[in-house]
């Protein structure tokens, strides 16, 4: 199944990720917020996993790359240095949890679903969005 998905963070002026298509196991047109939740982590985490260790000896990126990476707002060379495996299980019941506790805000197309039992209506324009959401920190003065 075709999904499109974006991710933003609040405070940010460029989407982490716009608009990328993915491909999730089958859900229906109508799963649950829960559902779709563990079938984006599933994706991720395979995809997470399947990334080749390759150990460059003289790492190197051209202009056109280092600019592409400034615009979305880190360069680096997308080296894994942790060579364990994510584990599927723990990373959705993590993103369950996070989302039960209000880290991250999930919208299809313009509207928030903020309850894991909530049915999304799925058709190929939907756009599910993940908005993380950050805490101040700091002190009084």
Excluded at 16 to 37: A, F, H, M, Y
């Amino acid at each position: 199944m075709q999904l499109t998905i974006s991710a933003k963070q609040l405070g940010r002026k460029h989407a982490l990720i716009d608009k990328r298509q993915i491909e999730i196991e089958d859900i229906g047109s109508n799963p649950t917020v829960q559902r779709l939740i563990e079938a984006v982590v599933e994706q991720q985490v395979r995809e997470y996993n399947d990334k080749p260790l390759e150990k460059s000896l003289l790492p190197f990126m051209d202009q056109e790359a280092v600019d592409d990476a400034a615009v979305k707002g880190k360069v680096g060379f997308g080296s894994i240095y942790n060579e364990a495996k994510a584990d599927p299980g723990a990373a959705k019941r993590i993103a369950l949890q996070a989302h039960a506790d209000g880290l991250f805000a999930l919208f299809a197309d313009d509207r928030e679903f903020t309850d894991s039992t909530e049915t999304i209506s799925l058709n190929p324009t939907t756009v599910i969005t993940f908005i993380r959401l950050t805490f101040l920190a700091g002190s009084y003065w």
